[in-house]
């Protein structure tokens, strides 16, 4: 019963039970999403993955049907990994997606819907050419081969895929082009390799509109497009992204300078989030992200509880108006399920004050407030300048007092405080300019044992003396998804509260800084249930 399941989501994507993880393949097709993800059938752990399949006409409902692609063949026997899926001409979805074989080796295969008329895509069917690409003639580490993304068409009217690989420490994006999808040929050069980062998962690789905001098909490029590239970094669990140019001539990406490709590099989330993977949305123009939240319990919880693994709010994304970041937003179809607004507004939060947001049921909210930061100069200074986000905000958690911050919002909290996860920011002074930290504290998220407490946190580039400061969260029983910043810093953290569960969770207001601070505009929302219909 519910009681016993307090950290199952309630609008979140997640499967009535077993073990999930990558977001796989994502589309729309005859105005219908499709979404697939490696799945294990038959229990709370990795293993015996296949990919399930699920579809929607509004990215919040969804209704499951029979796993899509199997092991069957021979090159998928031992499992069904990663992939994504391309649209062809004709409108067409091919999937291609890393299959096991009997060796263990990686190999990438196709699979293609039995029947396109069924907008819902029940059935594929692997053609007998697979598998289509093998590492074993080409000296590619057979263990290092996978997850091939969506293929885009160059202008030579051939097509291009990476898939993930690595040689030593050196991660890379092995690159082959074919003319009619079945015949895949290995050029001789990676699109982009970078050292000391190790095997790069669930690549991902697009095209994003300067200025305009909107998304843009796999294939586009030309002037005002940039190109993005993103790996998951197999040993540490984190992804990164560079903004960059693809250089047709020579088929390479090219990050530009300052986009860095290592661990001090941008991430689309400073939290758990991970092998995540985007597609383009023709039927709104606009480029959806998906990625896969792990638990950060332990294994033994999982068994537990029968279940492991939520994905995130697909996410809008975008270029930043300056070209140097992108910005996030859950797709808008999500505030469907709120219901009547709470709504504080210019409300006082003086240094060291508390407010509690009642009114909504705060283990299933979705939250907005803004900060009017009145006084500056009283900020901390910066100490050593260039310190890491993360490790300073678990040195400055919210318990620490602090000048202008830490402020922001305490979710599920017990009414005693015993347990709560903070979301905050923290304004320090890095010679002239001002710098905001954002932090996501988990240190006191739950009383119980075993379970990964640690802080994340990432600077912020606003500009507080033109912009409010403002903070979303997405709190969803045992998830906390936040975005400061409207976009330019999101933070997705896990939390598995003993006290505040259900009724006994509140949502609260702090400022644990010695100066006195404003909400502009708060509005918090209790959510409905998503319908997943299993
Ligand atoms: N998960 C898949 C792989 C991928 C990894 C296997 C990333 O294809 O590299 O379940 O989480």
Known sequence: TATHQPYRTGYHFQPAKHWINDPNGPMIYKGIYHFFYQYNPHGAVWGNIVWAHATSTDLVNWVHYEPAIKPSIESDIKGCWSGSTTILP????????????????????????????????REWIKPPQNPVM???????????????TTAWMAPDGQWRVIIGSKIDRLGKAILYKSKDFFKWELVDHPLHSSKNTGM???????????????????????????????????????????????????????????????????????????????????????????????????????????????????????????????????????????????????????????????????????????????????????????????????QKGASVKGSVGPFGLLALASKGLEEQTAIFFRVFKDKERFVVLMCS?????????????????????????QETLSLRSLIDHSIVESFGGKGKVCITSRAYPELAIFKKAHLYVFNNGTENISISKLSAWSMEKAKIVQ
Not at 441 to 465: C, I, M, W
């Open 90 to 121: 004709g409108g067409k979805p091919a999937i291609l997606y890393t299959g096991i074989d009997p060796k263990k080796r990686q190999v990438q295969n196709l699979a293609f819907p039995k029947d396109l008329s069924d907008p819902y895509l």
């Open 441 to 465: 504290d988990q240190s006191r998220s739950s009383e119980g044992p075993e379970v990964d407490k640690t802080t994340y946190g990432a600077f912020l580039d606003v500009n507080l003396h």
């Open 200 to 394: 790069w998962e669930c690549p991902d690789f697009f095209p994003v509109s300067v200025n305009k905001g909107v998304g843009l098909d796999t294939s586009v490029n030309g002037p005002n497009v940039k190109h993005v590239m993103k790996v998951s970094l197999d040993d540490k669990k984190d992804e990164y992204y560079t903004i960059g140019t693809y250089n047709l001539e020579k088929d390479i990406y090219v990050p530009d300078e300052g986009s860095i490709d290592d661990d001090s590099g941008l991430r689309y989330d400073y939290g758990k989030f991970y092998a995540s993977k985007t597609f383009f949305d023709s039927s709104k123009n606009r480029r959806i992200l998906w990625g896969w939240i792990n638990e950060s319990d332990s294994v033994t919880d999982d068994v537990k509880k029968g279940w492991s693994g939520v994905q995130a709010i697909p996410r809008n994304i975008w270029l930043d108006k300056a070209g140097k970041q992108l910005v996030q937003w859950p797709v808008t179809e999500i505030e469907k399920l709120r219901k009547t607004p709470v709504e504080l507004q210019s409300t006082q939060l003086n240094g060291g004050s508390l407010l509690e947001v009642t009114g909504v049921t705060a283990s299933q909210v979705d939250v907005e407030v803004s900060f009017n930061l009145p006084t500056l100069e009283k900020a901390e200074n910066l100490n050593p300048s260039g310190v890491n986000p993360q490790i300073l905000c678990s």
């Open 134 to 148: 093998t590492p074993i003639d080409n000296g590619i580490n057979v263990s290092s081969f996978r997850d091939p």
